[in-house]
Structure formats: C-alpha cells, structure tokens
C-alpha cells in the first residue's frame, strides 16, 4: 500500500504522499505519483492509496474526460464519493461493478480538505492520512509535523511506504 497525507494551515491545504507502488501480483515500484493534479478544474488535486487499477483508472478518466471531475467540483462533497464510484463503474473497473472498491482518496476541491471513501465523504478541517503507512503519519500530525514530515515518517516506520514524498500545496 501506501500513505496520502492532507493536512490543513491557516493559509494553505497541503497534500503529500509516497510513490512506492504494489500491484496485484505483489509486483513493487517506486515512480508512480499518486497525487494527481487536475488542470480544468482550479486548484484540484487528487491522492489515492488501495487498489492501484482503481486509482489509476480514476486518475485516467479525470485526465482524457475533465467534464467528469468539473461536474463533481459543483457539487455538494457529500455527493462526491458516488460520483466518484460511477466513474469506477462507467470505465469498467472490476471491482466498482460490486461496489466493493478498496481504494481511499483525499482530495483538494474548492478550496477544501475532503476523505474520500466508497460511499462516504468528510470535510476535514485539519489533518488526515490514509493507507498502510496512516497509524505513523498520524502520530507525526499529532505532535505538529508537516504532511511531508509526516509522510516521512511513514516511510521510515511502515515497509509499504517508500520512495519519493510528492507535496502539492493550495493557498486558501
């Protein structure tokens, strides 16, 4: 797995996360980026930690069909999460099609910190981490460190984590 952390300051939002990967087969990389940045919609970002067909698929379909993120960025967060699984559904993702998705995703829109899950979505309003690595990146926000120190905290602690620390930043 992984670890995406959201973290929420006076003046910014912060997104930061790992680039080691694992696939079905147990097959491991390190140069995927799991925070994606979506163009046509201001100030979006996207991290997901799970199933990485899923997250990939997500990423993909965002990136070839804006419309489909630009339609959710409009939306009540609460509705997100639905939207998010139809898109799954709509790009043929196996597992959406029992709406067992094992992925999670934070997400910067308009301007908000928002987890992510199958049929749930929260504002947070100031920190949060999700994937293997969550239990270390959550001690680490506790006692005041930032998304990246918190992200490196992960790597250091949970063997799942490793590679790079991508951060993406959005002023409030």
């Known amino acids: 797995m992984s670890i ?12 930061a996360g790992d680039t080691k990967i694992s696939y079905d087969g147990g097959i491991e990389g390190y140069v995927a980026s799991k925070i994606l940045n979506i163009p046509t919609v201001s100030h979006c970002y996207i991290g997901g930690v799970g199933r990485t067909n899923d997250v990939q698929t997500l990423q993909k379909e965002f990136r070839n069909k804006p419309h489909l993120i630009t339609g959710i960025s409009n939306d009540n ?5 639905w939207k998010m699984m139809k898109v799954l559904y709509d790009a ?3 597992l959406d099609k029992s709406f067992s998705i094992n992925s999670n995703y934070l997400m910067i829109i308009n301007k908000k910190l928002l ?11 100031n920190y949060f981490a999700i994937g293997s690595g969550s239990k270390y990146a959550f001690g680490a926000l506790y006692n005041g460190a930032s998304a990246k120190e918190a992200v490196y905290a992960a790597i ?13 930043t959005v002023k409030l």
Not at 77 to 81: H, K, N
Not at 115 to 125: A, D, G, L, R
């Open 92 to 94: 043929g993702s196996e």
């Open 156 to 168: 250091t602690f949970d063997k799942n984590c490793g590679g790079h620390v991508i951060e993406r």
């Open 115 to 125: 987890y992510v899950e199958k049929m749930y979505t929260e504002v947070i309003n």
């Open 4 to 15: 995406i952390v959201g973290k929420v300051d006076k003046d910014k939002i912060y997104l």
């Open 77 to 81: 967060p609460i509705d997100i999460g």
